[in-house]
């Protein structure tokens, strides 16, 4: 017997216009489409070297790194050997050390301020 999971969400098309749909689909085509997801937002991060780990965490909480850490805690918790640096080249793309040079601008004031703020202890 398949298991199913539903996933809600909305359409939210202003203030006065909105709808919930409610879709069905398989384990299996959702962990398909939550990996697709995940690829491309590894691409798109990949691509979009200008922009800085800091300033992520800053608007968004999370970075290239914590995506790296979440993948190696992921595949630790399942059993498979996984280094911090292969799941760095994962996310980078190359090697960190590599990334950090050719990409990594050094930190505004203005940046650490940001970052300490949004996300105090990190």
């Known amino acids: 017997m398949e298991k199913y999971v539903t996933i809600s969400y909305m359409y939210v098309w202003g203030m006065t216009q909105g709808g919930k749909r409610t879709m069905t689909i398989d384990d299996k085509t959702r962990t398909e489409l939550e990996a697709a997801v995940f690829r491309r937002l ?18 968004a909480g999370f970075c290239r790194n914590c995506l790296s850490n979440w993948l190696k805690e992921e595949a630790d918790a399942k059993g498979t050997a996984m280094s ?14 590599v990334w950090k040079e050719k ?6 004031p203005e940046q650490l301020a940001a970052m300490s703020k949004a996300n105090p202890g990190h």
């Open 84 to 97: 911090k640096d292969e799941s760095r080249e994962a996310v980078y793309g190359m090697p960190y050390e």
């Open 103 to 108: 990409f990594q601008a050094t930190a505004t």
């Open 42 to 59: 590894v691409q798109h991060l990949r691509s979009r070297t200008d922009v800085q780990n800091i300033d992520l965490m800053s608007l």
